[in-house]
């Protein structure tokens, strides 16, 4: 089946979908964007993604002429003319096309392309088993990554190094502080208590990290929402990174040292085999999907 994609209003094949040379988002990075998952033909946690856009949107100021119900019926369109029952939907508004000038245009409305691509969700549930490692990186973003923008120059460069090192992730460190990771929210374990770094302009407010808050706390578990070192991270008992591509996963070593005591470091640990349980079971009340 060939590969679709959507450009403002038609859906047609990925080789000829593109925008004009001078949309902002091109030139400008002056853009949004959401990734979705997709299981069993669901979008997972769809809701609360387009409200993060809207707020986004509204942030920068640039005005999408499509409704939510609409938006939601092409989005599934797509999905089901690319006939994936497990992939990622990328949806992505620029402030549309015009003349290169760093003022905002005056009238010109804005881009919005969504695309398609499989992927394998169980590959998740295998790492679940296996844990990841991490790399630490400098945070040398822009001061409002709450904003999800498609200025992500830093966060390539981070994923990129820790490509390089045989590394999962990069966690971004600011002075001593962890904020999260290049695409992902960070989180250590500590005596029980579960911890990420609360919300506000040092970092995105991830859908699946405010999903497991959630989750967590309906399940009678701690959560912290504070700042914490890399001293912290360090010493965890557990640590676990989320995102909408890797719901749950337990990071197992940062920078080459195991996590957790000699008993258990470098293994997933129980209170993130207990997330993961609860994680899983969410995905499987929304859409239905199980490995």
Known sequence: MPQLAYVNGR?????????????????????????????????LDWQPHLVRLRRNLAELGIVLDIADG??????????????????????????????????FPGAAPANL?????????????RQLETGIAIITQPDNRWGRVDIKT????????AKQAAKQAGAFEAWLVSGDTVREGSSTSAWIVKDGRIITHPT??????????????????????VVEQRPFTLAEAMAADEAFLTSTTAPILPVVRIDGQAVGN?????????I??????????????????RA
């Open 200 to 221: 506000g302009t040092a970092i995105l407010p991830g859908i699946a990290r405010d999903s497991l808050i959630r989750l967590a706390r309906e399940a009678q578990l």
């Open 150 to 157: 498609t200025g992500l120059l830093p966060n390539v460069l």
């Open 70 to 103: 609409p938006l939601t019926l092409q989005a599934r369109r797509l999905i089901a003319a690319n006939g994936h029952a497990e992939c990622i939907i990328y949806m992505q508004v620029s402030r549309g096309t015009a003349k290169r000038d760093h003022a």
């Open 11 to 43: 859906i047609l094949p990925l080789a000829d979908a593109s925008l004009h040379i001078e949309d902002r988002g091109t030139q400008f990075g002056d853009a949004v964007y959401e990734v979705c998952a997709v299981m069993n033909g669901h979008i």
């Open 113 to 125: 392309v969504m695309t398609v691509r499989r992927f394998d969700f169980a590959q998740r549930l």
């Open 262 to 270: 000699s008993t258990t470091g470098g293994k997933t640990g129980p």
């Open 272 to 289: 993130v085999r207990r997330l993961a349980e609860l994680t899983w079971n969410e995905v499987a009340r929304q859409t239905g999907w």
